[in-house]
């Protein structure tokens, strides 16, 4: 992967200040430190960060077409790049890197911005056409790299991550308190709304087009779709009294799924849990090159969370060197500044940081690509609250009769008694629902009740994180209840969290990438189209067909292991006995000057951990983790001040780096 940040004059005519690209570029090193490369033009001026995995000596960015009115600056890895290769090279097309990103111009000489179909893998670009005078700012179909934007003026600023918008010094830090609430809503960014006022995410499945006018007047940036997860419709699921012929194209589909993601021109290793997911990865990856792949695993020094000893039975399955990564209370606390300065959010989950700390031992033993289970959840129904709603739904008769729909009514009405029936219906309407993630969420959004102060609960007024959510509603109401709970998921779990604050961030800020096999286009589809019982099976057997293709190639006591969520400890952890820079944080003085919590119910709660008057329940422990997150994102980015940690500051100056130019076409 790489990191990619520019400025663009919407009217087309000014080239950005050269500085200003190089600070912008010089805050993602981290995610390319093997090269610098730069473009400018009129409107139009962007750095390139390249962390080299495919086309070692000679896929510099950025990449141009042969006549070179066209240029692509692209984070990520383009799977099918050979086979794509070698089909455009038959049409005439003339490759000059070793590089897959370069399939990007290609194909856009080929089919203009109907290029996507043809993209397999994980992206984010920017793409520039001098001759039409448009740019394109991409991402790949589900988030697993991200792209932010901001418009200021008549410039628009872009980044693989904000911190390149914000080294602009064009983009103020400024907090949303909306985005903040999404994370106390879902746990999870999902949409395009950040932690920062003006700072958006394109959205997974979108892109960005900015046409320039040839009268001077500012273009207009125009967000487009296309992509978007899809369902049979309810009854036409593909299904079968025989699930062998099932289990024969899925176990295909996902081998070449793992097949593409060892393409490298470095070794590429994996991540391995206790769980089933990670374990038939790696010994798919096994199987396919004859050999197995290195692994690395989180050690958690707690009875109930440690994975140790289900990942050792696993490690002996599938073979290769394993890593064991102690992640225990003085990790976390000793990682959390790294961790929240990576995420550019606050982070509730504290596995979080364990995951850092993980991909920082890959990068010390040499490591750049490794492979990781994220996806299996989302596609094959894993998580314990479809088996609950899915359960409930057992009351119902067809998509008419719910008596479903009112015992998770109920049951949310009970977790948060500050909602009314009314809200809830509201934000039912809102996504199509009740879903199974319903319940859950209602669950984590009592710490809003818990810890906001008033001030913050009148800045928001009667806004609800779900009204952000980007959902195909017409479309969602025609499919089976389980896809419609799988799609949320998608969308907002697995882009606004799994890819986020335990994917691209915490991997790439130790220069890791990670690539999954689960979230591969095939994969995807195969897991969307079959009828929901290959995936819940009756109300226990969860993954229930890949657990059937796992057991082909791993011992029954691995392909049949119950789900565990990965968890490291909670707040209390590290919050019975704080180390000093989180006492700061979490004073009244701190907590008056950034305006978000209650600082009385913070004290009372963690004067109750210091006297060891029992734990917290999980959402609390979660909530108030997130209280601490929040304030150390607000020292770090919107000013410093609140503990003795340095605030994050962004070079003034980049390294060295060539300069590209277009072809003179392009500034005629």
Same mark, same amino acid.
């Given at each position: 992967?790489?990191?990619?940040?520019?400025?663009?004059?919407?009217?087309?005519?000014?080239?950005?200040?050269?500085?200003?690209?190089?600070?912008?570029?010089?805050?993602?090193?981290?995610?390319?430190?093997?090269?610098?490369?730069?473009?400018?033009?009129?409107?139009?001026?962007?750095?390139?960060?390249?962390?080299?995995?495919?086309?070692?000596?000679?896929?510099?960015?950025?990449?141009?077409?042969?006549?070179?009115?066209?240029?692509? #600056?692209?984070?990520?890895?383009?799977?099918?790049?050979?086979?794509?290769?070698?089909?455009?090279?038959?049409?005439?097309?003339?490759?000059?890197?070793?590089?897959?990103?370069?399939?990007?111009?290609?194909?856009?000489?080929?089919?203009?911005?109907?290029?996507?179909?043809?993209?397999?893998?994980?992206?984010?670009?920017?793409?520039?056409?001098?001759?039409?005078?448009?740019?394109?700012?991409?991402?790949?179909?589900?988030?697993?790299?991200?792209?932010?934007?901001?418009?200021?003026?008549?410039?628009?600023?872009?980044?693989?991550?904000?911190?390149?918008?914000?080294?602009?010094?064009?983009?103020?830090?400024?907090?949303?308190?909306?985005?903040?609430?999404?994370?106390?809503?879902?746990?999870?960014?999902?949409?395009?709304?950040?932690?920062?006022?003006?700072?958006?995410?394109? *959205?997974?499945?979108?892109?960005?087009?900015?046409?320039?006018?040839?009268?001077?007047?500012?273009?207009?940036?125009?967000?487009?779709?296309?992509?978007?997860?899809?369902?049979?419709?309810?009854?036409?699921?593909?299904?079968?009294?025989?699930?062998?012929?099932?289990?024969?194209?899925?176990?295909?589909?996902?081998?070449?799924?793992?097949?593409?993601?060892?393409?490298?021109?470095?070794?590429?290793?994996?991540?391995?849990?206790?769980?089933?997911?990670?374990?038939?990865?790696?010994?798919?990856?096994?199987?396919?090159?004859?050999?197995?792949?290195?692994?690395?695993?989180?050690?958690?020094?707690?009875?109930?969370?440690?994975?140790?000893?289900?990942?050792?039975?696993?490690?002996?399955?599938?073979?290769?060197?394993?890593?064991?990564?102690?992640?225990?209370?003085?990790?976390?606390?000793?990682?959390?500044?790294?961790?929240?300065?990576?995420?550019?959010?606050?982070?509730?989950?504290?596995?979080?940081?364990? *995951?850092?700390?993980?991909?920082?031992?890959?990068?010390?033993?040499?490591?750049?690509?490794?492979?990781?289970?994220?996806?299996?959840?989302?596609?094959?129904?894993?998580?314990?609250?479809?088996?609950?709603?899915?359960?409930?739904?057992?009351?119902?008769?067809?998509?008419?009769?719910?008596?479903?729909?009112?015992?998770?009514?109920?049951?949310?009405?009970?977790?948060?008694?500050?909602?009314?029936?009314?809200?809830?219906?509201?934000?039912?309407?809102?996504?199509?629902?009740?879903?199974? %993630?319903?319940?859950?969420?209602?669950?984590?959004?009592?710490?809003?009740?818990?810890?906001?102060?008033?001030?913050?609960?009148?800045?928001?007024?009667?806004?609800?994180?779900? %009204?952000?959510?980007?959902?195909?509603?017409?479309?969602?109401?025609?499919?089976?209840? *389980?896809?419609?709970?799988?799609?949320?998921?998608?969308?907002?779990?697995?882009?606004?969290?799994?890819?986020?604050?335990?994917?691209?961030?915490?991997?790439?800020?130790?220069?890791?990438?990670?690539?999954?096999?689960?979230?591969?286009?095939?994969?995807?589809?195969?897991?969307?189209?079959?009828?929901?019982?290959?995936?819940?099976?009756?109300?226990?057997?969860?993954?229930?067909?890949?657990?059937?293709?796992?057991?082909?190639?791993?011992?029954?006591?691995?392909?049949?292991?119950?789900?565990?969520?990965?968890?490291?400890?909670?707040?209390?952890?590290? #919050?019975?006995?704080?180390?000093?820079?989180?006492?700061?944080?979490?004073?009244? %003085?701190?907590?008056?000057?950034?305006?978000?919590?209650?600082?009385?119910?913070?004290?009372?709660?963690?004067?109750?951990?210091?006297?060891?008057?029992?734990?917290?329940?999980?959402?609390?422990?979660?909530?108030?983790?997130?209280?601490?997150?929040?304030?150390?994102?607000?020292?770090?980015?919107?000013?410093?001040?609140?503990?003795?940690?340095?605030? *994050?500051?962004?070079?003034?100056?980049?390294?060295?780096?060539?300069?590209?130019?277009?072809?003179?076409?392009?500034?005629?």
């Amino acid at each position: 992967m790489c990191g990619l940040a520019g400025v663009i004059d919407l009217k087309g005519r000014r080239e950005p200040d050269r500085a200003q690209v190089a600070r912008m570029g010089a805050a993602l090193t981290h995610r390319g430190p093997d090269e610098a490369g730069t473009l400018f033009a009129p409107g139009i001026g962007a750095a390139s960060q390249r962390l080299s995995i495919v086309g070692l000596s000679n896929g510099q960015q950025p990449i141009f077409n042969e006549d070179r009115t066209l240029a692509v #600056l692209c984070n990520g890895e383009l799977f099918d790049y050979p086979e794509r290769k070698a089909e455009l090279q038959a049409r005439g097309h003339q490759f000059r890197t070793g590089s897959d990103c370069e399939l990007i111009v290609h194909l856009y000489e080929e089919h203009g911005e109907d290029l996507f179909p043809h993209l397999k893998g994980q992206f984010a670009f920017a793409l520039f056409d001098f001759a039409k005078r448009v740019v394109i700012l991409a991402r790949d179909r589900v988030g697993i790299c991200p792209l932010h934007w901001s418009r200021q003026g008549d410039f628009v600023y872009f980044g693989s991550e904000i911190k390149a918008l914000l080294a602009s010094g064009a983009v103020p830090a400024v907090a949303d308190v909306r985005g903040l609430d999404h994370l106390f809503t879902f746990f999870a960014l999902g949409s395009r709304r950040t932690m920062f006022e003006g700072v958006q995410s394109i *959205l997974p499945g979108h892109y960005l087009r900015i046409a320039f006018n040839r009268e001077g007047r500012a273009a207009e940036p125009v967000e487009r779709r296309y992509f978007d997860l899809d369902f049979p419709d309810w009854g036409d699921e593909d299904d079968a009294s025989d699930p062998t012929a099932l289990i024969d194209e899925f176990e295909e589909t996902f081998r070449r799924a793992v097949e593409v993601r060892l393409r490298a021109d470095v070794p590429v290793v994996g991540y391995l849990s206790g769980g089933v997911d990670s374990a038939y990865v790696l010994a798919t990856a096994a199987k396919v090159r004859g050999t197995p792949i290195p692994s690395f695993t989180i050690k958690v020094p707690h009875p109930q969370l440690d994975e140790e000893a289900n990942a050792t039975v696993t490690a002996r399955a599938v073979g290769g060197a394993a890593t064991m990564v102690e992640a225990g209370p003085n990790v976390i606390a000793e990682t959390y500044a790294a961790l929240i300065g990576a995420a550019e959010t606050p982070v509730l989950d504290t596995s979080c940081a364990a *995951l850092l700390a993980l991909s920082r031992e890959v990068h010390a033993q040499g490591f750049k690509a490794v492979l990781t289970g994220e996806g299996a959840d989302e596609g094959f129904a894993g998580y314990v609250w479809f088996k609950i709603r899915e359960a409930a739904r057992t009351l119902d008769i067809g998509d008419s009769f719910r008596p479903s729909t009112g015992i998770s009514r109920i049951a949310r009405k009970f977790a948060t008694p500050t909602l009314s029936f009314g809200e809830l219906a509201r934000i039912d309407d809102m996504i199509a629902g009740p879903h199974a %993630q319903s319940i859950l969420y209602n669950l984590v959004a009592t710490s809003r009740t818990r810890y906001y102060n008033q001030g913050l609960k009148e800045r928001l007024g009667d806004f609800v994180a779900y %009204q952000d959510l980007v959902l195909d509603l017409p479309r969602l109401r025609r499919w089976h209840p *389980l896809n419609r709970s799988l799609y949320l998921g998608y969308k907002v779990l697995l882009a606004g969290l799994l890819m986020t604050q335990k994917g691209d961030r915490v991997a790439m800020a130790n220069s890791v990438e990670t690539r999954y096999p689960f979230l591969d286009e095939d994969v995807i589809a195969f897991a969307s189209r079959i009828h929901p019982r290959w995936k819940l099976h009756g109300f226990t057997q969860d993954k229930y067909l890949l657990r059937q293709a796992a057991a082909r190639i791993l011992p029954a006591e691995i392909a049949q292991r119950r789900k565990a969520m990965f968890r490291a400890p909670l707040a209390e952890s590290f #919050l019975a006995h704080p180390p000093s820079f989180v006492r700061d944080l979490i004073s009244p %003085q701190s907590l008056a000057r950034t305006g978000y919590f209650d600082a009385g119910a913070v004290r009372r709660d963690c004067e109750a951990l210091a006297k060891g008057e029992g734990k917290l329940g999980t959402f609390t422990s979660l909530g108030l983790g997130g209280v601490v997150a929040t304030q150390l994102w607000h020292h770090l980015y919107l000013g410093g001040g609140l503990c003795e940690l340095p605030r *994050l500051e962004f070079p003034e100056t980049a390294a060295p780096a060539a300069v590209a130019q277009p072809a003179p076409l392009a500034v005629a």
